[in-house]
């Protein structure tokens, strides 16, 4: 029998194509769960529970670029569109249906501005498809990490949330671990952004009373979270931050819902 913790072999869609193959679904990484060191573990654990459940996925590997995001958010709109049109090209000549990513901002522009310059896919976030993994019994939550009891929050990323409307997903996914589920007091449409979209990833804050992490961190500690569900790869960085910044590391944990579904299932 397999090991289920061994090396997993991720296919490109270069590789798929040259045995005239299509795969089920394309998972998107993005530019955090390629480079950023935190970000490519949660890269690694949606690889995990696709190998687990069986769905045949590839990657575009090296081929794949930025969705344009951050050049959008920016302004530079001329950027954006140079790069969305490589991509919608890429993706169209691999004739990709259906694409999963691990990035809400990948997700929110692939899904919303890409149909604008004639890119249509069917798209979902990891949450969205780790919810609908649960429903159709094919993760159960058992054989790993019991979260039984444990007092877990969740962070609403922006372009999930108030960008497309998905809350119910994520919370769904951490209800189904018998967990305590608590609420920040700004969650949902009322949820507080973790101070890096619009591209402020990339560049130091505007002079301020308050770094906006360091506000949400307040959210977290006043909820008594022992974990903090997030399904963001900046939200992951700026609540990591926020919380080393307020020494609350050995009480308070980061971890991303793939992550935590990969934990629950001993995969």
């Known amino acids: 029998m397999e090991n289920p913790k061994s090396e997993i072999k991720i296919p490109t869609m270069a590789e798929m194509a040259a045995e005239g193959k299509e795969p089920e679904i394309l998972f998107w990484v993005g530019c955090a769960g390629s480079f950023d060191e935190r970000a490519r573990k949660i890269t690694r654990d949606i690889c995990k529970i696709l190998h687990h459940v069986g769905i045949s996925y590839a990657v575009l590997g090296t081929e794949e670029g930025c969705t344009g995001d951050p050049a959008k958010r920016a302004g530079n709109e001329f950027l954006f569109q140079m790069q969305a049109m490589m991509t919608i090209q890429l993706l169209d000549g691999?004739?990709?249906?259906?694409i999963v990513t691990g990035c809400p901002h990948c997700f929110n522009t692939i899904k919303n501005e890409y149909p604008g310059l004639g890119g249509n896919y069917e798209v979902i976030h990891h949450t969205q498809l780790i919810q609908q993994?649960?429903?159709d019994g094919k993760l159960k939550a058992e054989g790993g990490e019991s979260f039984?009891?444990?007092?877990?929050?969740?962070h609403d990323p922006c372009y999930l949330g108030r960008g497309n409307n998905v809350y119910e997903?994520?919370?769904?996914?951490?209800?189904?671990?018998?967990?305590e589920l608590i609420e920040m007091k700004r969650c949902k449409?009322?949820?507080?952004c973790c101070g890096a979209g619009g591209a402020q990833m990339f560049k130091?804050?505007?002079?301020?009373?308050k770094d906006i992490n360091m506000e949400r961190v307040a959210d977290v500690i006043e909820a008594k979270a022992q974990v903090v569900a997030a399904a963001?790869?900046?939200c992951m960085t700026m609540l990591t931050d926020g919380i080393k910044h307020?020494?609350?590391?050995q009480e308070i944990q980061v971890l991303d819902i793939a992550e935590i579904t990969v934990k629950a299932n001993g995969l």
């Not at 039984?148 to 969740?154: E, H, L, V």
Request: proline share 9%; aromatic share 10%.
């Open 232 to 234: 963001c790869p900046f």
């Open 94 to 98: 691999y004739n990709i249906k259906k």
């Open 204 to 209: 130091e804050p505007e002079p301020g009373k």
């Open 148 to 154: 039984k009891g444990k007092r877990i929050t969740y």
């Open 133 to 135: 993994l649960i429903n």
């Open 169 to 179: 997903a994520p919370r769904a996914a951490l209800e189904f671990l018998d967990t």
């Open 246 to 249: 307020q020494d609350k590391q």
């Open 189 to 192: 449409s009322n949820g507080l």
